[in-house]
């Protein structure tokens, strides 16, 4: 049934985790412990450890993980289908996102299926749009010159702070219609929410960004502007305006879901560049394809997975699955499938398109995928502009954060 | 305001305004009409908005406005004809005024 985005409830479902909770419908032999986004061999190299998958994994597979158990697809078709089947795979209760239950939201749009999800989307596609982005083209490419500015002539960075951060953090306050001067208290709430060790922290840094977004959302009905926050706000689709629940639950999705992703897509693609100086001059050498060569690298440096709940029994590929089962698609994986991609972990810039999914596909494909790509590419033409030779500092060990947003923890660079 | 009249599959059509400057792909989808998916949203990176422009059309409209169009139109779900096009790269303007396209059976 579909859910009533202006009166939120907290999902009924049951959430399984570890051995002792596996349905009995789930066949012995394909449950595995793989140790993704959190174990050893995972953590040592996650693009190679999701690119061997195919080698070592069933293609549909059942893993028991150390928060929650699911059926993973690995297989870019498999993905494809049950990303562009909303009616068989749900995203209602798919984000594992704790909320307070008394006073629940949902991330909108994307924990709202079809026919209701248009609505939502419709509110902010003309700012997310590619024609819409553009309009930013100019802005973002100020921003990453401030940033270059103010380490270029140091001979060293830390990208991850000094770039890979604050880059998509200043990006998203500029298309919000937020002040710039919050950018640093920005970064450090997201720092806060996503990376804390402890709870505690977490729901200091998730107080503060309700109280902002809140406040924000008042301004901004007070007096609109053509930022996002505004056109959220200010939104009646068919005439009826939005509640404040949609108001929130929308803001506050776009502040979760667009800033680490393009954070640990920066921090993952300069390692790479650090190690590959040949491929880098490739790159300068031919700016004409700068639009192939970022299509390529977020094949390549995908960061994250998409989960559903099944809404209905369904089979695939022989193997049986039970309605409310979650399923992972390990986008990675996916864009690593030798079928679609041959010799998948080399980067070559002059494979066929075909359709990645680094934003996922279907009716919940990545509304910021534009702006990912457009500040991708910008953070390419104007850092190597400036420092086109650079390598990771020597003696650095290389670690990866665990959890659902793959990258590297930090990024020390010479020059 | 410019129209277009998209023709479903089944025989179906509808009849809606889309702004100069918008796209064909938008056009669809801001209205509600079902038969194009556009799920990249225009970037172009999918094949899922692909159209048949009407036969009356197609001089007017011009083949894929890029090789990556061309490239991505191989991969179409449906047959791809000489008339073929993805939608989200056909801009509207006032000489698209009426135009015609027809909706293939499915978009993957």
């Known amino acids: ?415 | 305001m410019p129209q277009v009249t998209y023709i479903e599959h089944s025989g179906g059509s509808r009849t809606v305004d889309v702004p100069v400057g918008e796209n064909v792909m938008r056009g669809a989808l801001y209205n509600g009409i079902d038969g194009i998916a556009g799920e990249c949203g225009g970037a172009p990176s999918c094949a899922t908005c692909h159209v048949y422009v009407d036969a009356d059309w197609t001089a007017r409209v011009g083949g894929p406005a890029s090789e990556a169009e061309a490239e991505l139109l191989q991969a179409a779900a449906c047959e791809v004809k000489p008339s073929s096009r993805l939608s989200c790269q056909i801009v509207m303007s006032d000489q698209l005024d009426g135009l015609v396209v027809h909706m293939p059976e499915a978009q993957y």
């Open chain 1, 1 to 415: 049934m579909a859910i009533d985005a202006a009166h939120p409830v907290p999902p009924n479902l049951p959430r399984q985790v570890g051995l002792d909770q596996i349905p009995p419908h789930v066949p012995k032999e394909l449950v595995r412990q793989s140790g993704l986004t959190t174990g050893a061999e995972f953590l040592a190299n996650p693009h190679d450890f999701m690119a061997a998958m195919h080698e070592k994994y069933p293609p549909i597979f059942y893993d028991v993980g150390e928060y929650i158990n699911a059926w993973q697809l690995i297989r870019h078709e498999d993905a494809l289908f049950a990303l562009r089947h909303p009616e068989i795979f749900s995203n209602e209760g798919a984000t594992p996102f704790p909320r307070d239950p008394d006073d629940y939201f949902y991330f909108i749009p994307i924990e709202i299926d079809p026919p209701h999800h248009r609505k939502y989307r419709n509110i902010v596609d003309p700012l997310f749009c590619p024609a819409g982005v553009k309009q930013l083209e100019g802005l973002i490419r100020q921003r990453a010159r401030d940033l270059i500015d103010e380490i270029a002539d140091k001979g060293e960075c830390e990208f991850t702070t000094d770039f890979g951060r604050p880059l998509p953090v200043s990006v998203f306050l500029d298309i919000m219609g937020l002040p710039q001067d919050m950018r640093d208290t920005f970064v450090s709430w997201a720092v806060d929410l996503l990376h804390a060790k402890d709870r505690a922290t977490m729901g200091r840094a998730f107080k503060n960004i309700t109280d902002y977004i809140k406040s924000a959302i008042a301004e901004k009905k007070a007096k609109p502007d053509g930022g996002v926050v505004s056109l959220i706000a200010n939104a009646a689709p068919d005439g009826v305006p939005l509640s404040d629940k949609e108001v929130f639950g929308f803001v506050v999705f776009l502040f979760i879901g667009g800033l680490d992703t393009v954070f640990a897509t920066l921090n993952n693609i300069w390692l790479w560049l650090a190690q590959n100086p040949d491929r880098v001059q490739e790159i300068i050498d031919r700016p004409d394809d700068i639009d192939a060569v970022v299509e390529e690298l977020l094949r390549r440096w995908s960061v994250t997975f998409s989960g559903r709940v099944l809404a209905q029994d369904y089979e695939m590929r022989g193997v049986q699955m039970k309605k409310g089962d979650r399923i992972t698609c390990v986008l990675p994986a996916c864009n690593f499938d030798p079928s679609v991609f041959p010799n998948p972990k080399e980067v070559d810039f002059d494979r066929p398109r075909k359709t990645i999914l680094a934003f996922t596909v279907g009716v919940h494909s990545c509304m910021g995928g534009h702006l990912a790509r457009l500040e991708l590419k910008i953070a390419l033409q104007e850092w190597l502009k400036r420092i086109p030779r650079f390598s990771v500092r020597p003696g650095t060990h290389i670690e990866y954060r665990p959890g659902g947003v793959v990258g590297p923890e930090f990024l020390p660079l010479v020059w």
